[in-house]
């Protein structure tokens, strides 16, 4: 299955950024969906999110 892509989705910069995935009913989950979905998530469970590095403490 061919990966979806979205406007702005840049084939060969994977790391470090969010991308679209598919859904099993077959739609497209969109990355920054994904993106706010997983830093929830570690949030909740043990980590500090911070909006840049300028926000982590010295």
Same mark, same amino acid.
């Given at each position: 299955?061919?990966?979806?892509?979205?406007?702005? !989705?840049?084939?060969?910069?994977?790391?470090?950024?969010?991308?679209?995935?598919? &859904?099993?009913?077959?739609?497209?989950? &969109?990355?920054?969906?994904?993106?706010?979905? %997983?830093?929830?998530?570690?949030? !909740?469970?043990?980590?500090?999110?911070? &909006?840049?590095? %300028?926000?982590?403490?010295?």
């Amino acid at each position: 299955m061919p990966q979806p892509r979205l406007r702005g !989705d840049r084939p060969g910069r994977r790391y470090g950024r969010a991308r679209a995935l598919p &859904a099993p009913d077959g739609s497209v989950i &969109a990355a920054a969906a994904l993106q706010s979905a %997983a830093l929830a998530t570690l949030a !909740d469970l043990f980590a500090v999110v911070v &909006a840049n590095g %300028a926000a982590i403490p010295d």
